[in-house]
T-cell receptor, first 116, second 113 residues
Framework: AQKVTQAQTEISVVEKEDVTLDCVYETRDTTYYLFWYKQPPSGELVFLIRRNSFDEQNEISGRYSWNFQKSTSSFNFTITASQVVDSAVYFCALSEGGNQGGKLIFGQGTELSVKP | EPEVTQTPSHQVTQMGQEVILRCVPISNHLYFYWYRQILGQKVEFLVSFYNNEISEKSEIFDDQFSVERPDGSNFTLKIRSTKLEDSAMYFC???????????FGPGTRLTVT
């Protein structure tokens, strides 16, 4: 069975702090894809990153970085030097490669609040 | 930059009424999806659509729901007889390849009274 767990429901930090959002996934497929989406207060879902199961290389994009570890089935997201504009709900999601339709299975989301 | 659009942004309807939510996916995308998000909860998959047919549907997508791509640009979700528990934000998404990143529209907030 496929499942995504984001154990942190809410995180509150002060601007310029670093923050890590945890994501643990379960799947029986050997080929799968992991995603992070951002949902700001305005409500839209914004794609941030996709990672393929066969590529464990970590990725950095500006203040954002992602750590993918197959050994622990985790795909964590770190924001360095957080800013107020980072305040949002962040969703981790999984898509199984054998599923040609590509449905996304979302975690419960982590609400990040960055205070000035 | 191409984007997914959805109309209306907010729909209020009475229980038992039919509603149609409309989406215009990104033009060169081939895979289309509907998701819903009940207030404060996670995003849930409803249905995927490819090559003019449903690829997969969830348990939520029962006989009251249907999808259609009536022309080359629109993708619609119909709820035949709405229930109070259908109140949610409905997101349309599209992708150029199955299992790859999906781009979401801004959502339609459906309120059933």
């Amino acid at each position: 069975a496929q499942k995504v767990t984001q154990a942190q429901t809410e995180i509150s930090v002060v601007e310029k702090e670093d923050v890590t959002l945890d994501c643990v996934y379960e799947t029986r497929d050997t080929t799968y894809y992991l995603f992070w989406y951002k949902q700001p207060p305005s409500g839209e879902l914004v794609f941030l990153i996709r990672r393929n199961s066969f590529d464990e290389q970590n990725e950095i994009s500006g203040r954002y970085s992602w750590n993918f570890q197959k050994s622990t089935s985790s795909f964590n997201f770190t924001i360095t030097a957080s800013q107020v504009v980072d305040s949002a709900v962040y969703f981790c999601a999984l898509s199984e490669g054998g599923n040609q339709g590509g449905k996304l299975i979302f975690g419960q989301g982590t609400e990040l609040s960055v205070k000035p | 930059e191409p984007e997914v659009t959805q109309t209306p942004s907010h729909q209020v309807t009475q229980m038992g009424q039919e509603v149609i939510l409309r989406c215009v996916p990104i033009s060169n995308h081939l895979y289309f999806y509907w998701y819903r998000q009940i207030l404060g909860q996670k995003v849930e998959f409803l249905v995927s659509f490819y090559n003019n047919e449903i690829s997969e549907k969830s348990e939520i997508f029962d006989d009251q729901f249907s999808v259609e791509r009536p022309d080359g640009s629109n993708f619609t979700l119909k709820i035949r007889s709405t229930k109070l528990e259908d109140s949610a934000m409905y997101f349309c998404a599209s992708s150029d390849r199955g299992a790859y990143e999906q781009y979401f529209g801004p959502g339609t907030r459906l309120t059933v009274t």
